[in-house]
């Protein structure tokens, strides 16, 4: 195994590198791809959130980061595994970044290529989610092939999470981020190192890039790179729970709070508003939020300042149930109650917020015509 020393020092500076060259040579060269890796619709569709083209292909430095320092430097008590489990993520990583450059792989078609990377990655693993702390459930994933459906469900219903949040200049970084620290933190506090370090070796994969992407927004990170990064998160929170009976589901679950409340309240709108569940909206929590601070703060002609704003407003929630998920690591009841409770937080700022927006728009004189098949007048 290598020595600590150089696998805490040297190779998060080695990942920290490769993403933020990688990043600024993409910024750099804008001119030279931003009509393929940026689309002018972009601009006139719905959860539009920052002003002229932006390249969408930052993934390409965080995806490099982790497929070059991961494999190289994994420790030995993986059982050689790393290399195999990080390719897995090529062919969600491949459908997104062929979105990002306009080749129009539909959302089914990228959710596909997730649940694809997923069996590759159980394949390789040789683990799935057998239990959940939940009695109901909890006979089912006693089940090996529902056990295995189930996990493959999960962790590629994560990569569209990520996906979801990249719009706000820094979020999905500042996400992925406290997200690799949370599991970074639980497998440490639960005696596995290794997953310790494979997780907190995200981190710098994601900081090289987050240079270039907030405060303002000079690429992001695109379909691509935010699947990959879901699906890497994802499975290494698989793999914590699967080699750590002391760690409930439900504690991971916590730390991945904020992505998976977005999609399911996503989700549940769209359903109720009678459109089609991957049909893009501007009302998720993060475009709400920003609403709000242009009708109360900045204005509305400061969307380069909004935008930001809006991801240091949104960092303290998104890192509350992180931070439960860590101090809850082996307690299942009180993981469980505090998911909850955190949900119910989370449906209420988001109706506080969509009636304030409501209101903001009346008093502009411009209605949004889905707001009140959400909520009542």
């Not at 090529?90 to 997730?114: F, H, K, Q, T, Y």
């Not at 995200?202 to 992407?213: D, K, Q, R, T, Y």
């Not at 909004?306 to 949104?314: F, I």
């Not at 890192?319 to 949900?343: E, M, R, T």
Request: net charge positive; charged share 15%.
């Amino acid at each position: 195994m290598m020595a600590p020393l150089f696998s805490d020092m040297v190779v998060p500076a080695l990942a920290f590198g490769i993403s933020l060259t990688i990043s600024a040579l993409l910024a750099a060269t804008r001119s030279r791809h931003l009509h393929r890796s940026s689309r002018p619709e972009d601009q006139r569709a719905v959860q539009a959130a920052h002003p002229g083209a932006r390249p969408r292909i930052g993934g390409i430095g965080v995806v490099a980061a982790i497929l070059l320092v991961l494999p190289l430097f994994a420790p030995d008590a993986l059982g050689g595994r790393v290399t195999g489990f990080v390719l897995t993520l090529l062919p969600v990583a491949a459908a997104g970044l062929a979105e990002d450059l306009g080749l129009r792989i539909s959302p089914r078609g990228r959710l596909l290529a997730a649940a694809l990377s997923g069996a590759l990655a159980l394949s390789v693993l040789d683990v799935w989610i057998w239990r959940a702390d939940l009695p109901l459930i909890a006979p089912l994933l006693h089940i090996a092939p529902l056990a295995m459906l189930f996990t493959i469900f999960a962790t590629s219903g994560i990569c569209h999470a990520f996906n979801l949040i990249d719009g706000m200049n820094g979020l999905a970084g500042v996400t992925a981020i406290l997200i690799a620290l949370g599991l970074a933190s639980v497998a440490s506090i639960a005696q596995e190192p290794e997953l310790a370090r494979l997780a907190f070796w995200v981190v710098p994969a994601v900081a090289g890039f987050m240079v270039l992407n907030f405060p303002m927004g000079r690429i992001f990170l695109g379909d691509g790179g935010a699947y990959a990064l879901g699906h890497v998160l994802a499975w290494l929170g698989v793999l914590l729970v699967a080699r750590t009976t002391e760690v409930t589901p439900w504690a991971i679950l916590l730390i991945f709070f904020w992505p998976v409340a977005d999609t399911c309240l996503a989700i549940w709108r769209r359903r109720r508003a009678g459109r089609a569940a991957d049909q893009p909206d501007r009302l998720h929590v993060h475009q709400l939020v920003m609403r709000v601070l242009e009708l109360k703060v900045t204005g509305r002609g400061a969307r380069g300042l909004s935008n930001p704003l809006t991801t240091l407003v949104l960092t303290p929630f998104i890192s509350l149930p992180v931070l439960s998920g860590i101090l809850l690591w082996n307690n299942p009841l009180a993981a469980a109650l505090s998911f909850g409770l955190f949900a119910a937080g989370f449906v209420w700022a988001y109706v506080a917020c969509l009636r304030f927006a409501r209101r903001g728009r009346r008093v502009a004189g411009t209605p949004d015509n889905f707001l009140p098949a959400l909520l009542p007048a």
